[in-house]
């Protein structure tokens, strides 16, 4: 293997620069559609959920039409007409198992649907299908009422939200290595924190510029795009901001949700872009492309390594996974309300982050905590998008919010700023500018999960997954801490 195939977890020593092809041609990355790329299917399958499991929202190499959502046509037809029948009868209770069999089954289909567009599917159209489809149907008056109220009861009543988004938090920090949030890895964080301190920054001064406020540009534009994702992202942020200036949750949701989605589109064409200027033969600079290659240097790579997934976990060690997870939760609910200049969710994070640095949990209970958390994100993130479609997204207030003539622009506006300021800093302290400014860059403006495979997939480096994993959890625990600390100013 050569020098410029080795991965960054190796043992070696910080040397000279690290040889690599000369001409683009050279390097053969994974295209984006290509599903049957043994390369980036292993990838999404190390790292991500199982395709075609009920939460995956990437693509299988089985064909869409022989499974949905992990299940063969004939048996999840059978559930859904179950469903449906229950439904359209008036015989849905209210109640927590009702509410995990439409959402799980409404956003299995809707994946399903969304993963037979080629090409499309790789920017986020099961995610958008998952997200905006059952709103619109409410909308056009489509959608049963009752279902319509077991899934507001189920995600509002039952804490289906607080459940998901616990888990999430628990799960990603504990999965972190401790020397990683020690020592942070030096030169990657260096643009992490500087793009996230620089995209806040001038997207806040450009918002007053434009009318839209510096506070409120941050808070509904900057934060849910930078925070990488919908579960850490538009979601707890909404339930900050109700808690602060009132009403629920739903009364953001519109406008959060519409602000990540756009913004993935975006990265997705800036990462096709990227991609594209990478294979001009003449770079405009030394280190400007370093042809998948994050750093220009050799480097010790344990403390930037993120831990592959486990296949699989013990049903005991789930069980302690939910356990340590809801104590955590209620640790957290206590401290935000003692202590309510913090948000319950920031506290979670604190709890996990101090459990995580001073060792004072064994291995066993912290990797519990982690495949809990990988459970939960595996199979109910379509649920969460379907839950929140139906209880929080109002198509009126999407569409007066992409009627605002400073919102899309302030959009691309953020995902420019923590590309380049990303790819910039990284540069300064030896990381070659399109791998920095793609991860974490734009890796932190998508919606992660799915997100960060078409980003990866349209720059064609996915072999830089481990570093998106690594982007979307540090940073967007981080980005929901700094949002905590913001809404104090609302």
Known sequence: MSQSQKTLGSDTTETDAIPGPTRPEDVHFPRIGDRDNEIRQGLIDGLGPEPGSVGSLTTSRIPPWKVIAGFPPLYFGAFFAIALLAAYTGNLPESMLSGFAVTMLLGGVLIWIGNFFPYVREMGLPTILCTFVPAILVYVGLFPENVVTVTQTFVDGTGFLDFFVAAIIVGSVLSMPRALLIQAGPRFIVPLIGCLIATFTLVGLLGALFGFGMIEAMLFIAAPVMAGGLGVGAVPTSEMYADKMGGSAGDFMGDLMSAVVVANIVCILVAGLYNALGKLKKQPFEGFNGYGQLLRIKKKGRDLSVPKKKESAALSALGKGLVITAVLFVLGQFLGGTFPWLHTYAWVIIAALAIKIFKLFPEELEDAATSWGDMIQSFLVPALLVGVSLTYISIEEVLLSLSNPSFIPLIVITVLISALSSGLLGWLVKMNFIEASITPGLVMADTGGSGDV?????????????????????????????????????
Request: no cysteine; glycine share 8%.
């Open 454 to 490: 078409a980003v990866l997939s349209a720059a064609q480096r996915m072999h830089l997954m481990p570093f998106a994993a690594l982007t979307t959890r540090f940073g967007g625990v981080l980005v929901l801490f700094g949002t905590s600390l913001l809404t104090t100013f609302l």
